[in-house]
């Protein structure tokens, strides 16, 4: 199917051309923490069917926002990440979920909710206790480490192999944090003086 246009001569357009689809900028959420698989994208984004889904991953991936690549011997296992120019689009959905935190309000009976969908606004939060460093956070069951440098915060799917900070969160602990009703510090306390939850390297 050909790619509908604006037909502006503007790069916002030209940008929503290629992830204003809906489910798109939700797709490169999912990967912005590293490869996953189909199936992973498919029960983290629930509500989206099998088709839309597939449709989705081969115009990200026409587009050069996403690859896919087999992972071992096995040809129907495969693995979606993003290209770099995906990757350039992590500072965008850092700013989205900066934005839309304040309309979260109570969670309605309808919404579903994953402790990995916080990670964007807990890595800001993260790196304003801890400036430098590998930082692992569970949230619940959940495990993602964050690197923290001059390059940036990037964040990534299970604990870190060797974390300089570890902390432990609540799912409403680190919904409170990732909406600004808490600040983490108050949470787990301040790194070297003996915070709960909080563990030096």
Not at 74 to 79: D, I, K, N, P
Not at 94 to 123: C, I, K, N, Y
Not at 147 to 170: K, M, N, Q, T, Y
Not at 177 to 192: K, M, N, Q, S, Y
């Amino acid at each position: 199917m050909p790619r509908r246009t604006y037909d502006h001569y503007c790069p916002v357009s030209r940008a929503l051309e290629v992830v204003g689809d809906r489910w798109n900028l939700l797709l490169v959420r999912e990967l912005c923490s590293g490869p996953r698989r189909y199936s992973d994208l498919f029960a983290d984004l629930p509500g989206i069917s099998t088709d839309i889904l597939a449709a989705r991953l081969k115009d990200l991936e026409r587009d050069g926002i996403l690859t896919h690549r087999k992972m071992g011997s096995r040809s129907a296992a495969a693995v979606y990440e993003l290209t770099p120019t995906g990757a350039a689009l992590r500072p965008v959905l850092q700013a989205l979920s900066e934005w839309g935190a304040p309309l979260l309000g109570d969670r309605r009976a309808t919404d579903a909710v994953r402790a990995h969908w916080f990670a964007l606004p807990l890595g800001r939060a993260i790196a304003d206790v801890v400036p430098a460093g590998t930082v692992t956070v569970y949230i619940g069951d959940t495990a993602l480490h964050y690197v923290i440098g001059a390059a940036g915060i990037s964040h990534h799917e299970g604990p870190a192999p060797a974390a300089d900070h570890e902390f432990r969160l609540a799912m409403t602990e680190a919904t409170e944090i990732a909406t600004g009703a808490r600040h983490l510090a108050d949470v787990v306390g301040e790194p070297g003086r003996g915070g709960r939850s909080y563990k030096a390297g």
